[in-house]
């Protein structure tokens, strides 16, 4: 199994273009997360899904657009790209407990590195 | 409000053992987990407390004391490996409640360890 994986690994944009994050599971987990991380700030969730054609907002949402058409999938997207969305962008994934106080891990992609000129 | 407090940095000799605490403030609980993040590496799980007590596992062990808020992880036999971030994250509710997916973090511990 390849677990979680994000492409691209690193990208440059200039200011108000777009891009679209691909994150990929191969472990059939229903939640999946993005997340951004940045120095002094911790890793933040920016969106996430509890299942295929469902997502909600994190606690820092805009700016992102997400998508998950395909239960493996979840796709993140940045419409006009500013600097201040430099950050390196991690996706997470894990399977929904099937008892309350089961524990919920989530395993991390290797996060793509954006760099907002 | 909610609130995850861990030390910014520790330094440890190789061989030695080290605990890095962890202390949190929120509405709620439903479990603690300890990541081990590598620089520029995605963050690893390590290990999770929901229940008083301690959890073992090889080298590493974390702690939980609900009623004092409080978490440490215990790392022995120091390695060089082990220099790394440790990340504290809470679950404040229930794994399927609705509107509670996000698991709150700590800003990470970072550890050197040194020859």
């Known amino acids: 199994n390849a677990g979680v994986t994000q492409t691209p690994k690193f990208r440059v944009l200039k200011t108000g273009q777009s891009m679209t994050l691909l994150c990929a599971q191969d472990m059939n987990h229903e939640y999946m997360y993005w997340y951004r991380q940045d120095p002094g700030m911790g890793l933040r969730l920016i969106h996430y899904?509890?299942?295929?054609?469902?997502?909600a907002k994190g606690e820092v949402p805009d700016g992102y657009n997400v998508s998950r058409l395909k239960k493996q999938n979840f796709l993140l997207g940045l419409e006009s790209a500013a600097p201040s969305q430099t950050s390196v962008y991690f996706c997470?994934?894990?399977?929904?407990?099937?008892?309350?106080?089961?524990?919920?891990?989530?395993?991390f992609g290797p996060g793509t590195r954006l760099l907002v000129l | 409000g909610q609130n995850i407090d861990q030390p910014t940095e520790m330094t440890a000799t190789e061989g030695a053992i080290v605990q890095i605490n962890c202390t949190y403030q929120?509405?709620?609980?439903?479990?603690l987990f300890w990541y081990q993040q590598h620089a520029g590496e995605a963050p690893t799980f390590l290990s999770y407390?929901?229940l008083d007590g301690l959890e073992e596992k090889g080298r590493f062990s974390s702690f939980l004391s609900r009623s004092k808020g409080y978490s440490y992880l215990l790392l022995k036999e120091l390695q060089m490996k082990d220099s790394a971030s440790y990340l504290c994250a809470v679950r404040e509710g229930y794994p399927n409640a609705g509107n509670n997916r996000k698991l709150i973090w700590g800003l990470g511990t970072s550890l050197a360890v040194n020859p």
């Open positions: 997470a994934s894990s399977h929904r407990p099937w008892t309350p106080v089961l524990q919920e891990t989530q395993y």
């Open positions: 407390n929901v």
């Open positions: 899904s509890v299942g295929e054609g469902t997502t």
């Open positions: 929120t509405s709620g609980f439903n479990g």
